[in-house]
């Protein structure tokens, strides 16, 4: 069973940074993922998508984050980061990772706690 894990949440200012990964902890072969995402959730409020990265490494994201959050992808550790700048209040929320794979399974992690507050 395949499952994800989130590192890298904590306390940040606003208008730091800061860098969340994620990495299966099962084994899944890395040409088998299709899509890569971040979501993440805000208290009180549903999971919205934040960005994504596909095989090509060609990126896409929410527009609220443009140009302050950047998705990279190492398939060597079938791991992809979220790059957070300029961080503001309302990106405080527990962020979370997804696997698509070609055939259409999903995986999820647990989430890591981003709070942004002085």
């Known amino acids: 069973q395949v499952q994800l894990v989130e590192s890298g949440g904590g306390l940040v200012q606003p208008g730091g940074s800061l860098r969340i990964s994620c990495a299966p902890s099962g084994n899944i072969f890395i040409i088998s993922i299709a899509l890569m995402r971040w979501y993440r959730q805000a208290p009180g409020k549903l999971r919205e998508w934040v960005a994504l990265?596909?095989?090509?490494?060609?990126?896409n994201y929410e527009d609220s984050v443009k140009g302050r959050f950047t998705i990279s992808r190492d398939n060597d550790k079938k791991t992809i980061y979220l790059q957070m700048n300029s961080l503001k209040p309302e990106d405080t929320a527990i962020y979370y990772c997804?696997?698509?794979?070609?055939?259409?399974?999903?995986?999820w992690g647990q989430g890591t706690q981003v709070t942004v507050s002085s």
């Open positions: 997804n696997f698509q794979t070609y055939r259409g399974n999903e995986f």
């Open positions: 990265i596909d095989p090509d490494g060609i990126t």
